[in-house]
């Protein structure tokens, strides 16, 4: 694989952090990651070995910390947020493992994937044991509307993954569809890890409406700087190898921008890398260069900026608080990731 550079080397990097959020649900998250570990235990030694390799493998949390920002905003006092946050990594854990079997993936989070350890069949099944310990803390927590905005989650991520399938080395997906991969296997996480906040406050529609577009549309900017950094970032951001998405065969916003503008010649490479995977030395260097060409980075990165402008509109409807700073920032933290 030859040399990717960096992108928007130009801009600084990390004016938008994080911390903030960390700060503020630091007491919560110690809860949360105590209950992680306890709820990954089982009797059957591989279980707690598979579930911890993946959940000790340093990942930013950023969904359950969602949940615990979104209910102590709304004026949540008990803990049924810490089991709740406690679901959503839970169910994001799943799907990585269950992911990386279904990609193929040697690397997740810069150690090798569980699959390439124990194998692809004892990642599913304990990706499976952590969805049902997911869906018992919710029936804990007692509240009707946050299982059904879990479970439908749960249901969206599984379709998302399936349209994945459908889309993988097919070179006539088109932006339309492609969003709405996206929109179901990465944003509706998100989307529900945010709106169950305000649900176990008890607030009201307009409350949580206005949270899950925050995390619907974050989700989706999220991805799409995913996207865009496999083409120039580096594999410290992405916690994959660099250039996975394409050794995968992954039709992504950048490869559809690209493809679209491109000449016949640039077309009949794409097909021949992505959908007959007939992938050798330089094609990786050479499809940069075509994303490049056509500015397809920098325009997904365009369109991330759009849904970070939509999340952070999305909180308008709230006053001003540290929590809702912190929220805003995290829109920043993460588009400016690209950079």
């Known amino acids: ?25 630091l007491a919560d998250m110690e809860r949360v990651n105590a209950l992680i570990l306890s709820k990954a235990g089982s009797d059957v030694a591989m279980i707690p070995e598979v579930a911890n390799h993946l959940i000790s493998s340093g990942g930013k949390r950023l969904r359950p910390m969602l949940t615990l920002a979104a209910a102590r905003m709304s004026g949540h006092h008990d803990d049924g947020h810490v089991k709740l946050a406690a679901s959503v990594e839970f169910m994001h854990t799943a799907t990585l493992l269950h992911d990386d079997v279904v ?16 194998g692809n069949q004892a990642s599913v099944l304990v990706g499976d044991f952590l969805l049902g310990q997911a869906f018992r ?43 709405a991969v996206i929109g179901a296997k990465t944003a509706a996480l998100f989307a529900a890890a945010a709106e169950v906040g305000p649900i176990i406050a008890g607030r009201g529609r307009a409350e949580r409406t206005a949270f899950r577009a925050y995390g619907d549309n974050l989700g989706l900017a999220f991805q799409l700087i995913d996207d865009a950094l496999d083409y120039g970032g580096s594999s410290a951001d992405l916690g994959k190898q660099v250039g996975d998405d394409f050794r995968e065969g992954k039709i992504t916003l950048p490869v559809i921008l690209a493809y679209r503008r491109g000449s016949e010649l640039e077309r009949a490479f794409w097909q021949r890398a992505l959908e007959k995977g007939e992938i050798v030395d330089g094609d990786l260097d050479r499809a940069i260069g075509y994303l490049r060409t056509h500015n397809a980075i920098e325009d997904t990165i365009e369109r991330a900026r759009q849904f970070g402008d939509l999340s952070r509109d999305a909180l308008g409807i709230f006053p001003d608080s540290a929590y809702k700073a912190a929220l805003l920032e995290v829109v920043d933290f993460c588009i400016e990731r690209a950079y």
């Open 1 to 25: 694989m030859g040399l990717v550079a960096p992108l928007g080397e130009s801009k600084k990097k990390g004016s938008a952090r994080i911390e903030p959020l960390v700060a503020l649900v």
């Open 103 to 118: 990609d193929e993936s040697e690397l997740r989070r810069g150690k090798l994937a569980a699959r390439m350890l124990w």
């Open 137 to 179: 803390m919710m029936v804990e927590v007692g509240s009707f509307d946050a299982l059904d905005v879990l479970s439908a989650a749960a249901t969206i991520i599984a379709e998302g993954e399936v349209m994945q399938l459908s889309a993988a080395k097919n070179m006539a997906t088109t932006e339309d569809d492609y969003l």
